[in-house]
């Protein structure tokens, strides 16, 4: 802004031989800044200035030179700093960086990353043929590192502001009945036949399906106690914890699973309290691209339920408990979901329930 004499209290504005004006400003710390770009008018530039004066009162103000750091770069800082991920996951998010996101804004200054750009290459990802779920998942994490570098200051906004981009258009959710459910454990090997159950009746994850140890097995009181999970990063296995703090859990099995899980024992798993329940027909780790593959659509097929997913039985597990008259906290702590958005899904059961009740009332009433 300018004083009475027209000279300004915050930052200077000079023309330079080509024309343009030139905007510089010292900041709040000391250091003197000159502006990333210069302006054709001085009115254009003094503008400028203002807004930046603001900027700094707010506490809003990014440095310009930071904006000038390539995405590449501070992806690469991002993902070393950042803690609290498991190594598949973090996995993943190099696998989409490599295939994804450096290729399109590796070189670009942060700054240069607007949301027309973001638009440009979400269109050609799209006439490349990538699916919807993988562009979404491309551009949940394009999302994360820029709202990094706004914290971080290097941004002041983040572009990724396009309505329904993150949305996978995931299919919805599919729930088997106990009798589809039965027809499955009929049709898979019978080696397998106890995980459909533990994962139909008990809501376990994939990954503590396959690592499940023998000692977390009480027979007695019917019970299984989620510890850990295997988890496979780039064709490894290695075991870690469950994939929240609300996963550690004990879960209950109907009596009918514990006898099916009791003869599976004996047979398939070996008497070493360390051993893994469940392992593949060679007695190693379960690949879950193998097993879909090769034992899980076939049995769905022929059970009539073809496009179920392994998943689907989680969301099974989950319905049924809510059917069976358990509460959102009871259920909550049976999936070991550690917020209540997940397990509510499950809530429309009761819904059901309510109008079936309604429709009785209303036979008597007929009566």
């Given at each position: 802004?300018?004083?009475?004499?027209?000279?300004?209290?915050?930052?200077?504005?000079?023309?330079?031989?080509?024309?343009?004006?030139?905007?510089?400003?010292?900041?709040?710390?000391?250091?003197?800044?000159?502006?990333?770009?210069?302006?054709?008018?001085?009115?254009?530039?003094?503008?400028?200035?203002?807004?930046?004066?603001?900027?700094?009162?707010?506490?809003?103000?990014?440095?310009?030179?930071?904006?000038?750091?390539?995405?590449?770069?501070?992806?690469?800082?991002?993902?070393?700093?950042?803690?609290?991920?498991?190594?598949?996951?973090?996995?993943?998010?190099?696998?989409?960086l490599r295939q994804y996101l450096r290729p399109a804004f590796g070189s670009y200054p942060l700054t240069s990353i607007d949301v027309l750009a973001i638009r440009t290459w979400l269109a050609r990802l799209e006439a490349e043929g990538v699916g919807q779920a993988t562009r979404a998942k491309a551009y949940r994490l394009l999302a994360r590192i820029l709202g990094a570098a706004v914290e971080a200051r290097y941004l002041a906004v983040n572009p990724c502001s396009i309505r329904g981009a993150a949305s996978d258009g995931t299919p919805e959710m599919r729930i088997a009945t106990v009798e589809q459910v039965a027809a499955i454990a009929e049709q898979v090997p019978a080696r397998y036949r106890a995980l459909v159950l533990v994962a139909a009746f008990g809501g376990l994850r994939w990954g503590e399906l396959a690592g499940l140890r023998r000692r977390r097995v009480d027979l007695k009181r019917g019970i299984v106690t989620v510890a850990e999970q295997l988890v496979e990063v780039n064709g490894a296995f290695s075991v870690g914890p469950p994939k929240s703090t609300a996963g550690c859990r004990t879960v209950t099995l109907p009596a009918a699973v514990v006898d099916v899980l009791a003869e599976h024992l004996a047979h398939y798993t070996a008497p070493s309290p360390d051993a893994f329940v469940f392992l593949s027909s060679q007695g190693g780790h379960l690949r879950r691209s193998n097993f879909n593959r090769r034992v899980w659509q076939p049995a769905t097929r022929a059970a009539g339920v073809e496009g179920l997913r392994v998943h689907d039985l989680r969301h099974t597990a989950g319905?049924?408990?809510?059917?069976?008259?358990?509460?959102?906290?009871?259920?909550?702590?049976?999936?070991?979901?550690?917020?209540?958005?997940?397990a509510v899904r499950y809530q429309h059961v009761m819904a059901e329930r309510d109008a079936a009740i309604a429709r009785k009332l209303n036979r008597l009433i007929e009566e």
């Open positions: 802004m300018a004083g009475r004499q027209g000279r300004r209290r915050f930052g200077a504005v000079r023309k330079l031989p080509s024309g343009r004006y030139q905007v510089r400003y010292r900041t709040a710390d000391g250091r003197d800044v000159t502006a990333p770009t210069t302006f054709a008018t001085k009115a254009d530039a003094g503008r400028y200035l203002s807004k930046v004066e603001a900027d700094l009162l707010r506490g809003e103000w990014t440095d310009p030179r930071l904006g000038r750091t390539s995405f590449g770069e501070w992806a690469d800082r991002w993902l070393e700093s950042t803690v609290n991920l498991r190594a598949n996951t973090k996995a993943g998010y190099r696998s989409i319905t049924l408990a809510t059917a069976a008259g358990g509460s959102l906290r009871e259920v909550m702590h049976r999936l070991g979901h550690s917020t209540t958005v997940a």
